[in-house]
């Protein structure tokens, strides 16, 4: 729970707060339709190399490597326009498509894999503070050995970037960050927070001011944070933590000057959700603006070409877009891809023909908005703009006014997902589903009756048993094997992070037991994967100890930086009693 203590009383503000909302509409701007896309569709980006083109479509589509994202992260040798104009000779010559060997000598030519730049953080020490706050050995040296790994992830964008920025699909970023891990090279958008989050505990104060400066950089430069550092990331973003962020580390380093700098920053990211992002819902003669992803733009991911491109084969033309637009919107939510967003006749089973976001108001984004809204109402206050404060405290009261009648299920006692197109919830388990204890976007009068409710939705679905320990080895994302990757039997850090500390932010004893014994095996599967096999998981297995997770468009990645992240979250929150036995 945010308190508002500077410059102005909780009096007056909770009066003008409430003066505030009362004045205003639920929404603004036009009605929008309920569900649906209404088009028109924008190019992801000008490059006729890394977005949209012949080149892109034949490379792709020859499946010259097994990865799409291998061709569309490289470097070109050349300009674009020479490489596009020789390429349409090549065409010409050869009467169409060439075929593979002459395709890849004409890649290998004009084209090379883009190395980032190994950077060491000034301030990244062997033996930080926290590893003296562990008391189990093993767990002291999985901390020593973790802490290495940032030295793996440490990356810096080439000057080259800086200074041919089109022939590159990265996007330039001024300071060193680090990457998530195996074949993600980028700066990614909710993976972020828990980076930083672990570094900040490691005693990485400046290095984290200098990744929050990249990406708000990024918001600067597009007007809001992309989904990462990619050309091919244009027109969409992820989970919105830019703000809690910043938030993080200014309670860690209390550098007002940093609020000062960039809070106008923060608010762009945060209007960039409620102009582009947002949608009217009605419900019960009552009218809501509330999120959901929504990113509309031409055809297959960059990234993810191939797939995209098969899984689209059999639909009309003039419906391929929107199928494409439905993969890009699911992406937007980080959870690419889940039973989560599968719609067939409303309910969650399916393939990923069944991929429709846009349909759905999903608690976690609406959560963390609300979050957001209360935490730019502090900073404003920080910075002494009291109208500011002000009016986002009423914007994060109108969100918590929509979670309340939209998302909050009494029969479950818990939030769920809300279907536009038919009124109703989304009675399925996803860990998403408690994000409002993660966030406080729930009554705080009535903080130990939610933590309550939560402990006894997980007895439920079977997530823990009576004695309040968990049945898997972490909170599987889902409760139905779809064989896509944010589905069981996978354990996903951030969805581990939120509820974990989402119970423990509760008044509940139970929920605090439960957070604390789910922390507890989390971090054992960890230890016991990093025993056998020196590696830190992007996803976890919630049945097999210590393995990683599967399934998805790509092979299970190692790093791995959230993952990193939360390990030191947990051992700084509980160290001092856990045990590797």
Avoid at 58 to 81: C, G, H, I, N, W
Avoid at 94 to 100: A, F, L, M, S, T
Wanted: with cysteine; hydrophobic share 35%.
């Amino acid at each position: 729970m945010y308190t508002f203590t500077v410059g102005v009383s909780a009096v007056v503000l909770l009066f003008q707060v409430i003066q505030l909302t009362r004045s205003m509409q639920l929404y603004e701007g036009p009605r929008a339709l309920q569900g649906g896309y209404n088009g028109p569709y924008e190019e992801i980006c000008s490059s006729q190399i890394y977005c949209h083109g012949e080149l892109l479509d034949d490379v792709q589509s020859a499946r010259l490597y097994p990865d799409s994202k291998t061709f569309v992260d490289m470097t070109m040798l050349r300009d674009e326009e020479d490489i596009v104009n020789d390429y349409k000779e090549l065409k010409k010559s050869y009467g169409g498509v060439p075929d593979n060997q002459t395709l890849l000598a004409f890649v290998n030519e004009n084209f090379k894999t883009e190395e980032l730049q190994k950077w060491l953080p000034p301030d990244l020490v062997d033996y930080p503070a926290i590893v003296e706050y562990i008391r189990d050995p093993a767990y002291r040296q999985l901390a020593v050995d973790v802490n290495q790994i940032w030295k793996l992830l440490a990356r810096k964008i080439p000057d080259d970037v800086r200074e041919s920025p089109k022939r590159h699909s990265h996007i330039y970023v001024p300071n060193g960050f680090f990457v998530a891990g195996g074949r993600f090279s980028e700066l990614y958008c909710w993976d972020t927070y828990w980076i930083i989050r672990g570094a900040l505990l490691c005693g990485m104060k400046d290095t984290v001011k200098g990744i929050l400066e990249n990406m708000l950089h990024l918001v600067k430069t597009y007007g809001y944070m992309l989904n990462g550092n990619r050309v091919y990331y244009l027109k969409r973003s992820q989970p919105p933590l830019l703000i809690k962020m910043v938030y993080v580390y200014w309670v860690f380093s209390r550098d007002i000057k940093f609020i000062y700098d960039h809070i106008e920053t923060l608010e762009t990211e945060f209007n960039f959700w409620m102009s582009k992002r947002t949608i009217i819902v009605e419900k019960a003669g009552k009218r809501y603006k509330m999120a959901r992803y929504n990113t509309a733009t031409k055809g297959p991911r960059p990234e993810s070409y191939y797939e995209d491109k098969a899984l689209a084969k059999s639909l009309p033309d003039a419906d391929k877009d929107e199928l494409y637009t439905r993969f890009k919107s699911a992406a937007e939510s980080g959870w690419d891809f889940s039973s989560k967003h599968f719609n067939n006749y409303g309910q969650n089973t399916g393939t990923l023909m069944n991929t429709d976001p846009q349909n759905f108001i999903y608690v976690e984004l609406n959560s963390i908005l609300q979050g957001n809204a209360r935490i730019l109402s502090e900073l404003f206050l920080l910075t002494k703009n009291y109208a500011k404060a002000v009016k986002y405290a009423a914007l994060a009261q109108r969100f918590q006014i929509g979670i309340d009648a939209l998302l909050w299920n009494e029969a479950a006692g818990i939030w769920m997902d809300y279907d536009i197109s038919t009124q109703t919830h989304r009675n399925y388990f996803y860990p998403s589903n408690l994000t409002p204890l993660w966030t406080g976007s729930y009554n705080k009068r009535l903080t130990r009756e939610y933590g309550e409710l939560a402990v006894n939705y997980l007895l439920k679905n079977k997530i823990i048993n009576e004695n309040l320990e968990p049945n898997y080895l972490g909170v599987p994302t889902s409760l139905l094997d779809t064989h896509q990757q944010w589905d069981y039997p996978n354990c996903w850090p951030a969805l581990e992070a939120i509820v974990i500390f989402g119970l423990d932010m509760t008044d509940s004893p139970r929920a605090k037991e439960v957070a604390y014994n789910l922390a507890s095996s989390w971090v054992y599967t960890n230890y016991v994967g990093f025993k056998k096999t020196g590696y830190m998981f992007e996803k976890y297995n919630a049945i097999y100890l210590g393995e990683s997770g599967y399934g998805g468009e790509y092979v299970a990645q190692t790093g791995f930086g959230w993952t990193n992240g939360l390990l030191f979250e947990l051992l700084y929150k509980w160290g001092h009693k856990l045990k590797s036995e």
